[in-house]
């Protein structure tokens, strides 16, 4: 590698494709599912108010709407997930040069993509690598000498070359210590 010209590691089209179609298809079955729920209200108070003039119990109707609200939610909350998990993936690029590595979540904005891993980190402060959920972690802290800032956990998910990154990470930091 020539001084001055950083590697540069970016998610593959197959990797930005599947993040996509993973967004897309939670998009597609919530709004399926809160339309499904909105075309059969009508029918359920129809049937709340039938049972109140009949003296029946409610309380199954009122565990279906619990039950559809808690789905409408839990669908929303997997759908944000996807979308983080798509723009961490497209936005994400590991830059590797002489003095070590910086990661980029340039489709977040700066404090969240802090948040989630972004930064630059030194080889010889490079302490651990190991994986967390779908997160590959470089933590920080290598080498003790040396006083500044508290140095950052870098994440990324996905990159094209994968193996070929995870083999420049453990060949250029001296104070590395891996689990598997």
Do not use: C, Y
């Not at 359920?44 to 409408?72: D, H, M, N, Q, Y």
């Not at 489709?107 to 590959?136: C, I």
């Not at 802290?141 to 040396?146: A, D, P, R, Y």
């Amino acid at each position: 590698m020539s001084a001055g010209s950083p590697l540069v590691f970016r998610p593959s089209f197959a990797q930005r494709a599947m993040a996509m179609l993973l967004f897309a298809g939670s998009w597609l079955v919530g709004v399926r599912a809160l339309a499904q729920i909105l075309e059969r209200l009508p029918v359920l108070r129809a049937s709340l108010k039938v049972a109140e003039a009949a003296g029946e119990p409610t309380w199954s109707f009122w565990i279906a709407v619990t039950a559809a609200i808690g789905a409408v939610v839990a669908g929303s909350l997997l759908l944000l997930g996807t979308l983080l998990g798509v723009l961490m993936v497209e936005g994400s690029q590991v830059l590797v040069d002489e003095l070590g590595l910086s990661v980029e979540h340039n489709a977040l904005p700066a404090p969240l993509a802090r948040k989630l891993g972004a930064g630059r980190l030194l080889w010889k402060r490079v302490s651990r690598l190991e994986r967390s959920g779908p997160f590959f972690v470089l933590r920080g802290g290598g080498e003790s000498g040396l006083s500044g800032p508290e140095d950052a956990n870098l994440r990324f998910l996905l990159v094209d070359e994968l193996e070929r990154l995870i083999f420049t990470i453990l060949e250029r930091s001296p104070n590395l210590k891996h689990e598997d």
